[in-house]
């Protein structure tokens, strides 16, 4: 399809591990629209991790074998953010979100200007001189996400990103994403273990197994995307739905 | 009241060094022993001596072993830190290390001696040896357990091999370094001065032998004080290096 920012076929991975190959993922398909939104969810081990960084090209050759389809935009065109959020202890607020700007050779004026915008939405302006050891939670996922954005990528690839803060925190920055998701038309794929954050982000959902990981199934979700819809039958639903086919999985693996 | 941290921890190194001398003093009177003159005695040796061939004795010395450290450092760091990412380099060369490192560098005296003759450049050698092999292995090992978060993270932004040097690898070793080159300082004011009581001229170690040979008890507690405070200064500016450059390791 020529809409297609993401087209994963058949997608085979396993880890080298001292001479043997260890399988990661079996027959996995994904594809994603642009300006779509879709959340991988599954318990941990199931591989969804791993599904990310291939797709973010992290892997070299001797750490995985991989076998199968992957088309995903070039690596400029992306972003990533991990669990622990990947900053850098020892560069500041702006230094960590100018980093990416800075290794791919466009820390031009307009580019901070643009920068000093995104930390001002954010609400992190006034911390740009401090260290990630004197953030909050919160206030350093923000930081990767201005450090993403700064990038103004097409597609950006969350592991985790929300799981170790508090109830609010994670819930002001749910509303968050789907806001930005919403303005810059960018395409967003998340892997989460939370079921409610799986639903209420992605209108498509990939619920995996482990052992090795594979799509257990796949739901349109058409009605997420913003933030009442944490409030609709449909939503609890679907949730229902997903904690099934979780433990349906589970025991099936087990 | 709020007393600003930095005088503060002056008046605790005054208090200290006050504590010294006075327990300095209690032995020397104790022992009542030329050998062991009181502190006022040395430190005025010391001051008149300043004149006298201690200030350009220092300078000798503090040359030396700043000109070491430097050479050393500036060598040991890059390849430190190439060995410890560089497996295919680490698994030839490492094993070279492992047999170097253990041995006290000072036995290489004589063969150094005999090399590069008795002037400043033996010196430097011996003391660069000795420090360049602590920060290499200390630079190799903490780049090796550098976290692969941070790595994953700045390769994904794209990140050469350059950059993961110069945002990553670097300042995640820099505070090891730093610990590293703190306790290698003291061993190499202690090579600096056996350097310097062999068939020298100039340099603090020959100013206090010349003194004990000639029996000049004060000038030769003068150039123990002398020895003390090049030790103090270096170790004084480490510290002020590292919190210029590591800046995130002091927040609080």
Known sequence: MANDLVNIEKLQVSYRKSGSLVPALENVDLYLEQGQTCTVIGPSGCGKSTLLFILAGLFTDAEVEVRGRVLCPEKHRMALILQDYGLLPWKTVWDNAMLGLNIRGMSNEAKKGGLVKILQDLGIWEFKDRFPAQLSGGQRQRVAIARALALEPELLLMDEPLSSLDALTREALQELLLDICRKTKMSLILVTHNIEEAVLLGRQVLVMSPGPGRILNVLENSSAGNIGYRNQQAYFERCLKIRKILERGINDAC | ?252
């Open chain 2, 1 to 252: 009241m709020h007393v600003n941290p930095s005088v503060k921890s002056f008046s605790n190194y005054f208090i200290a060094a006050l504590f010294l001398i006075l327990l300095w003093q209690l032995i020397s009177l104790c022992m009542a022993d030329l050998a062991l003159p009181g502190p006022i005695h040395a430190i005025h040796a010391f001051i008149t001596g300043l004149d006298n061939g201690i200030s350009r004795n220092l300078l000798f010395s503090a040359f030396r072993v700043v000109i070491s450290i430097l050479l050393s450092t500036l060598l040991a760091i890059p390849l430190g830190l190439l060995l410890g990412r560089e497996t295919h380099l680490d698994r030839f060369l490492g094993p070279v290390i492992y047999l170097i490192y253990p041995i006290p560098k000072i036995v290489f005296l004589p063969v150094v001696l005999s090399l590069f003759g008795l002037g400043n450049w033996a010196k430097i050698f011996l003391i660069s040896l000795l420090i360049f092999f602590q920060i290499l292995v200390t630079a190799r090992d903490a780049a090796k357990s550098v976290e692969r978060l941070y790595l994953y993270s700045v390769k994904s932004l794209g990140a050469s091999r350059k950059d993961i040097y110069r945002h990553v690898i670097l300042p995640a070793c820099l505070p090891e370094i730093f610990t590293s080159l703190r306790i290698g300082l003291g061993a190499a004011i202690a090579v600096l001065f056996i350097t310097e009581t062999f068939a020298s001229s100039e340099g603090v170690g020959f100013y206090l032998m010349d003194s004990w040979s000639r029996m000049a008890y004060n000038e030769m507690y003068a150039g123990v004080i002398a020895m003390s405070l090049l030790g103090l200064v270096l170790y004084i500016i480490l510290d002020w290096l590292e919190k210029k450059i590591c800046p995130w390791k002091f927040l609080y």
